[in-house]
């Protein structure tokens, strides 16, 4: 369908169905021909020559869909991984807990998890951490590093990192990773005084666990994706071995055991070889699949999915007629908070090196 698809293929009900057709014919006669121009421009340049795998371009109006395009696939439910729009889901669930009374987004890190509470490792250049707060981890003032290199001018190298990292604080368990690195790990600047595009959206899911008392991936499910509808969303699965009490395992090896082998038959396999390298045996160790849930990658989802946690945001929380988020708390989410209302100016993603922001 190279030419796009006009359509109001869907609504809530008829009411809303009607409603879209009312107001958005108008518009969509006066669109159509630049929607289908556009189209078919983004089907020769990116898609046809191969620069893009996939998309999908949903415009919706009102309480309806008025118009949808799959580019590279004539799947209508292609999934994607949404990447970094995780973010926006740990952000819903920090504000949720907050809209509870349990925490507030001023609350220092080391209020909700005691590792926060230690001393951290010093480099040169590395900046003090002076009250981390849950609000500097969820708009990137915290002072962490995605610990690229090239771009911080080799203030905090890969390997000064590396040094830092405790066994099993790797980046494939986010308690571990959160309590045993990002607590300890250098900052590059103190929290809350410049921009750096980083990962402390995981400090912040880590808390909404801690606070929970369930895994992200539950928390989220229950709270964020079951509400909103969004059946095709979720975190990737891995599989995690599970030893008999008292058993030893080599966690190393689970790991890229559980990484590599998807199959019954080679998981069979693979508890068979790690029967002799254990000190205890594992013969009745059970394979079980696991969401591998991190707080600012990883979900996976259709564009109409997304587009339901748009309509939230934009009905000020509320979405068929159940509220997921307070209308102060979707608020919230809009204002600037950064230090003095800064702006970020391209490429913001890695502005840790540049001037500081104004103090507030």
């Known amino acids: 369908m190279a030419s796009g698809e006009v359509c109001h293929s869907w609504a809530d009900n008829e009411e809303d169905k009607e409603e879209v057709e009312a107001t958005s014919a108008p518009l969509l006669s006066k669109l159509e021909h630049t929607l289908r121009k556009l189209t078919l421009s983004l089907q020769e340049s990116y898609f046809d020559s191969g620069k893009i795998a996939g ?27 949404v990447a970094s729009l995780t973010k926006i889901i740990t952000t819903i669930a920090c504000l949720q807990l907050q809209d509870q009374g349990k925490l507030s987004i001023d609350d220092t890190v080391a209020q909700h998890l005691p590792s926060f509470c230690g001393a951290r490792r010093s480099a040169p250049g590395a900046a003090e951490d002076i009250g981390m707060c849950l609000k500097h981890c969820l708009n990137h003032t915290a002072g962490f590093s995605y610990q690229v290199s090239s771009v911080h001018d080799g203030r905090l190298t890969p390997l000064e990192e590396q040094e830092e990292e405790a066994p099993g604080s790797t980046r494939q368990d986010m ?43 539950a928390y989220v499910a229950d709270n964020i994706i079951g509400p ?95 509220r997921v988020l307070s209308e102060d708390s979707v608020q919230a989410m809009s204002q600037n908070t950064l230090p003095g209302n800064a702006e970020l100016v391209a490429p913001f993603a890695y502005d840790a090196l540049g001037d500081p922001c104004p103090s507030a």
């Open 55 to 81: 998309a999908t371009v949903i415009i919706c109006r009102g309480h309806g869909v008025v118009y949808r395009h799959h580019f590279g696939s004539d799947k209508a439910t292609r999934v994607y991984t």
């Open 175 to 217: 308690a571990s990773y959160v309590d045993k690195f990002l607590a300890r790990t250098p900052l590059l600047f103190s929290p809350g005084t410049r921009f750096n595009y980083a990962e402390g959206h995981c400090v912040a899911a880590r808390v909404v666990e801690c606070l929970s008392g369930k895994s992200f991936a």
């Open 228 to 322: 909103l509808s969004m059946h095709a969303t979720s975190f990737p699965v891995g599989l995690t071995l599970v030893a008999p009490q008292g058993a030893k395992v080599d966690h190393n090896r689970k790991t890229s055991c559980c990484a590599r082998f998807r199959s019954k038959l080679q998981r069979l396999r693979c508890l068979k070889s790690r029967r002799a390298r254990n000190k205890a045996s594992v013969a009745s160790a059970e394979v079980v699949v696991v969401p591998k849930a991190w707080g600012d990658v990883g979900l996976r989802g259709p564009a109409d999915d997304w587009v339901r946690l748009n309509r939230m945001l934009l009905n000020g929380g509320v979405l068929d007629g159940t």
